[in-house]
């Protein structure tokens, strides 16, 4: 890796984590309630973009360091399945058991599909 493309990483890092902010900001904003829609809406879009980064590298129409500084970079900030742990947890001490399977179980599952769905369409272009 060399200084520049280390440098872009780090400050696409920067930049995603700033956007989770505004979009998760954006999000409570419009819907209340003690669901954490916005990291749901965080993880799942950013699960589909990496997706689409990764298959558009498989067919050599994104460059490695391109990848890594979108996937690894932008949107390794921008997802944050840390705080989704977090608010699983939050939803058990609760006692809100469907929200916290659909928080923690039911947002892994959709990430995934999310991501294999952008993984397709980038293989198909």
């Known amino acids: 890796m060399t200084p520049l493309v280390f440098l872009a990483l780090s400050a696409a ?9 505004f979009v998760d900001g954006a999000v ?15 993880n799942v879009s ?14 050599h129409l994104v460059a490695d360091d391109w990848r890594l ?8 900030g921008y997802t944050t399945f840390s705080t989704a742990s977090f ?5 058990l001490q609760n ?7 659909a928080n923690g ?3 892994m599952l ?3 599909a999310a991501a294999l769905l952008g993984l397709w369409l980038g293989s198909l272009i």
Request: charged share 10%; glycine share 22%.
């Open 95 to 101: 006692r809100r058991w469907g929200a916290a399977l």
């Open 87 to 91: 608010e699983t947890v939050r939803l």
């Open 69 to 76: 500084v979108l996937g690894g970079g932008f949107l390794g």
């Open 28 to 42: 409570k904003a419009r819907i209340r309630g003690s669901y954490p829609v916005g990291t749901t809406i965080i």
């Open 13 to 21: 890092g920067g930049v995603g984590a700033a956007t989770r902010f």
């Open 110 to 112: 959709v990430s995934v």
């Open 105 to 107: 179980v039911g947002m």
């Open 46 to 59: 950013g699960s589909l973009l990496l997706g689409l980064v990764t298959g558009l590298a498989l067919t």
